[in-house]
T-cell receptor, first 117, second 109 residues
Framework: EAGVAQSPRYKIIEKRQSVAFWCNPISGHATLYWYQQILGQGPKLLIQFQNNGVVDDSQLPKDRFSAERLKGVDSTLKIQPAKLEDSAVYLC???????????????FGEGSRLTVL | AQRVTQPEKLLSVFKGAPVELKCNYSYSGSPELFWYVQYSRQRLQLLLRHISRESIKGFTADLNKGETSFHLKKPFAQEEDSAMYYCALSTSGTYKYIFGTGTRLKVLA
């Protein structure tokens, strides 16, 4: 089974520039998450999709961050314009839907490391 | 507000010694708790979940609702256990996952 794919793995940009990250979840996984992990901190949820609908984007800085999941499969996360504090690893994760209160394992991608200079 | 607290950033133990990584949570609903692990140069992956009540790689964790804790334990640490460990809370209904700040475990020879 192929895992969660992310690209690019590394990106270096200057502040005020824009950047986009791409995620391809595991086939059949309805739920997709974007996390931001700043060095020394745990993953922080930015946005959660269920198919192509947004479940939670309460911690997404909407003045500069946007995300979409067209057709309920691939997703892109965009930052425009970037700030120095956006330097982090952006993790994509997916999980499949289980009926009722069940176990849901998150499968993570390798992450996209962003450095803003 | 939902929160996961891991008080130790770094835990160093000698090989063969017992290990306990602490995790406390704050959530008013019925929680699902998980431990995720990240080995060097690998992606974050599930180690174990409270609902399964299983032992993985010798690790166990018991959910204590009274103390709102989900500590990870292993009786005899191995060098290959050296990694970053994250405790995570999943909320009921929306299946939102909240992670702690992580504990780096170093097992010394």
């Amino acid at each position: 089974e192929a895992g969660v794919a992310q690209s690019p793995r590394y990106k270096i940009i200057e502040k005020r520039q824009s950047v986009a990250f791409w995620c391809n979840p595991i086939s059949g996984h309805a739920t997709l998450y974007w996390y931001q992990q700043i060095l020394g901190q745990g993953p922080k949820l930015l946005i959660q999709f269920q198919n192509n609908g947004v479940v939670d984007d309460s911690q997404l800085p909407k003045d500069r961050f946007s995300a979409e999941r067209l057709k309920g499969v691939d997703s892109t996360l965009k930052i425009q314009p970037a700030k120095l504090e956006d330097s982090a690893v952006y993790l994509c994760a997916s999980s499949f839907l289980r009926q009722g209160r069940g176990e849901r394992e998150l499968f993570f991608g390798e992450g996209s490391r962003l450095t803003v200079l | 507000a939902q929160r996961v607290t891991q008080p130790e950033k770094l835990l160093s133990v000698f090989k063969g010694a017992p290990v306990e990584l602490k995790c406390n949570y704050s959530y008013s609903g019925s929680p699902e708790l998980f431990w995720y692990v990240q080995y060097s140069r690998q992606r974050l992956q599930l180690l174990l979940r409270h609902i399964s009540r299983e032992s993985i790689k010798g690790f166990t964790a018991d959910l204590n609702k009274g103390e709102t804790s989900f500590h990870l334990k292993k009786p005899f640490a191995q060098e290959e256990d050296s990694a970053m460990y994250y405790c995570a809370l999943s909320t009921s209904g929306t299946y939102k996952y909240i992670f702690g700040t992580g504990t780096r475990l170093k097992v010394l020879a």
